[in-house]
């Protein structure tokens, strides 16, 4: 059973930094492909970057130059590096997986999650 936690939400200004993180208990991370989505309230969970087994990013084109996916398979973990901040990046953040080599962005390709993590930036 794979298990994902996240960490690393809170609250912060426009402009401001954050690093998330995805703990996953599962004995070969390596050979998962891992994604960052997020769900603002009233709107659907959107794909926000992936990074294959291989260490192959992607990202949504809203955080393209300000967010950056990372892993670190010694520590089973996932990273989203988010820098200069808008109020519209405000929503949860969730972490998925899915075994394999192939990065997916839509949420039916990933049957693992986490519990999500919330993220508010201030105006």
């Known amino acids: 059973q794979v298990q994902l936690v996240e960490s690393g939400g809170g609250l912060v200004q426009t402009g401001d930094s954050l690093r998330l993180s995805c703990a996953a208990s599962?004995?070969?991370?390596?050979?998962?492909?891992m994604a960052w989505f997020r769900q603002a309230p009233g709107k659907e969970r959107e794909f926000v970057a992936a990074?294959?087994?291989?260490?192959?990013?992607h990202s949504a084109d809203s955080v393209k130059g300000r967010f950056a996916i990372s892993r670190d398979n010694a520590k089973n973990t996932v990273y989203l590096q988010m820098s200069s901040l808008k109020p519209e990046d405000t929503a949860v953040y969730y972490c998925?997986?899915?075994?394999?080599?192939?990065?997916?962005?839509?949420?039916?390709?990933?049957?693992?999650w986490g519990q999500g993590t919330q993220v508010t930036v201030s105006s």
């Open positions: 998925a997986a899915r075994e394999g080599p192939l990065v997916y962005y839509t949420t039916d390709q990933y049957d693992r």
């Open positions: 599962v004995r070969r991370f390596s050979s998962y492909a």
């Open positions: 990074i294959s087994w291989s260490g192959d990013t």
